[in-house]
């Protein structure tokens, strides 16, 4: 059992994810203490963490993060896992002016999404702005004739549609952009492409290849993204919500709106509703596949390292979550998904699009039917390809085989399973993760004869307010399972190594 550490004693950090000096969503994790610890933690540049009885600081770098003493002594020890801390960053040194006004415009920039550029210093860059006349300043200058030249001839999405990352089309435009902002040579050049393509290009298209590309250059470290559910609400709220929320605006009224989930009493998935309805989940889903897109390159500066394993662990753990909730609500333990069986539970998303399309409903008991780039059988197909790599531990690349039963296969299995850009074999393996996530989107219209739009299972700011999220992905977990229960047992040397 942990001892509780005195005040004024260093903490060891067990967590990586524990202490961050970047502003991210989610920045909690255990620090756990004892008399033995010395001064040195192991965690990006953190120097030494103390308890005082005021605070409790971990000093970086970059910033100093700042925590109560007394409210982690009175409510957060627990002596099985040591202390729970919340990140809360703050500079070390006063902002200056020229970072505030790089924040102030970033906030600008994101206000209004689906309206034109309104703050007149934003619209002065816009009109002054040519990316033609600076193709010096940027690191893929191929990639800035190609956007230019494609918004010219009308051949990017439209502002008006609906932008869905699945879609090869919709992704190769973004993709595109990406290279754009990311390539550019410095945050000048960055920003003011940012502000050239935003009123040219689909509203959410520019919305995610802003962030990406935001959340990775080093230098727009410490820049704060306005929180998704506030840049785009219609995408995390029912629509009842967002026009009720429109008329206390319009009649400036103080109002009170109740947060009212999907369905009713007579069904009982709508018990464990306020789970995969709820804002922070969506959003940590969101943020998590613009932190690790599955579309990245290994050209990129930024090694995406073990990402294929992070894609099963983090949805490992919300299926895990999800079961213990419905444990909670009488309910059983969620059924893995079977292309070959009807899709029990319905879904009313009861949302809206920003260009007024309603998410379509999907009915109870309905068949999983073919795309016309995808059929059924060909996911079957795909999957028997990846039991047998795993039950064998041998995967067949393009010009070989590769190990599977080693340190690093569990992540070469996420990167095929999802399947990112580093899948070793996509043809031969297919995209089991990602062509599930549309056949689940445009069930109720898979042949696209009706024009319904894209289900919330298309977007990951959406989809796990459907239930058949989390038995896609207990189907997926079990795939992973098995290649652990596959897996020879730990020798002594690897145990006291690790």
């Avoid at 260093?10 to 255990?30: K, Q």
């Avoid at 945050?187 to 290849?209: C, E, H, I, M």
């Avoid at 399309?357 to 059929?375: A, C, K």
């Avoid at 999220?469 to 290649?483: A, G, M, P, Q, V």
């Amino acid at each position: 059992m942990a001892r509780e550490p005195a005040f004024g004693q260093p903490l060891r950090v067990t967590s990586s994810s524990c202490l961050r000096p970047v502003y991210r969503p989610v920045d909690i994790g255990h620090c756990v203490g004892d008399s033995s610890t010395s001064n040195q933690c192991l965690v990006g540049d953190l120097k030494t963490v103390y308890i005082t009885r005021q605070v409790l600081t971990a000093d970086y770098s970059e910033a100093i993060l700042t925590f109560s003493g007394p409210d982690i002594v009175a409510n957060r020890y627990n002596h099985e896992i040591g202390w729970t801390v919340a990140a809360r960053p703050v500079l070390r040194r006063r902002p200056d002016e020229k970072f505030l006004k790089k924040q102030l415009l970033v906030l600008k920039l994101l206000r209004h999404i689906s309206e034109p550029i309104q703050d007149a210093e934003l619209h002065s860059i816009k009109s002054s702005y040519d990316p033609i006349n600076y193709l010096s300043n940027y690191n893929c200058p191929d990639c800035v004739r190609s956007l230019v030249r494609d918004l010219d001839q009308g051949m990017f999405l439209h502002r008006e549609e609906i932008f869905s990352l699945f879609d090869p089309v919709h992704r190769r435009q973004m993709v595109t952009l990406f290279e754009a902002l990311y390539g550019a040579k410095d945050y000048d050049t960055f920003f003011s492409t940012a502000v050239y393509f935003r009123d040219r290009v689909n509203p959410r298209q520019f919305l995610y290849a802003f962030s990406v590309a935001l959340l990775h250059r080093k230098d727009c470290r410490g820049l704060v993204l306005p929180p998704a559910y506030e840049i785009t609400p219609h995408m995390f709220l029912t629509t009842d919500v967002v026009r009720r929320a429109y008329q206390a605006k319009m009649t400036k009224s103080p109002t009170v709106i109740p947060m009212k989930f999907t369905g009713s009493v007579n069904n009982p998935e709508q018990r464990v509703a306020y789970f995969g309805e709820d804002i922070g989940i969506n959003s940590h889903h969101s943020h998590w596949h613009m932190d690790f897109p599955f579309w990245w390159k290994k050209s990129y500066p930024v090694d995406k390292d073990r990402k294929g394993e992070l894609f099963f662990y983090m949805h490992h753990q919300m299926v895990a979550r999800f079961d213990a909730e419905r444990l909670s609500n009488n309910l059983p333990m969620v059924e893995p998904l079977d292309f070959s069986q009807k899709i029990v539970e319905g879904f009313a998303p009861g949302a809206m699009y920003h260009n007024g399309q309603e998410f379509p409903v999907r009915p109870d008991n309905i068949m999983f039917g073919d795309l016309p780039w995808r059929s059924v059988h060909e996911m079957k197909l795909f999957e028997g390809r990846i039991r047998d790599a795993i039950t064998s531990g041998f995967i067949k690349t393009v010009d070989g085989v590769a190990y599977l039963n080693n340190s690093g296969g569990i992540n070469t299995l996420g990167e095929i399973i999802e399947s990112s850009e580093n899948s070793i074999n996509r043809a031969f393996y297919g995209q089991l993760h990602n062509d599930a996530h549309v056949l689940l989107s445009k069930v109720t219209d898979n042949q696209q004869k009706y024009g319904v739009p894209p289900g919330v299972m298309e977007h990951f700011e959406t989809a796990t307010r459907d239930p058949a999220f989390f038995r896609l992905h207990k189907h997926i977990d079990n795939l992973f399972k098995l290649h652990k229960d596959l897996l020879p047992p730990y020798s002594r040397d690897e145990v006291s190594q690790g």
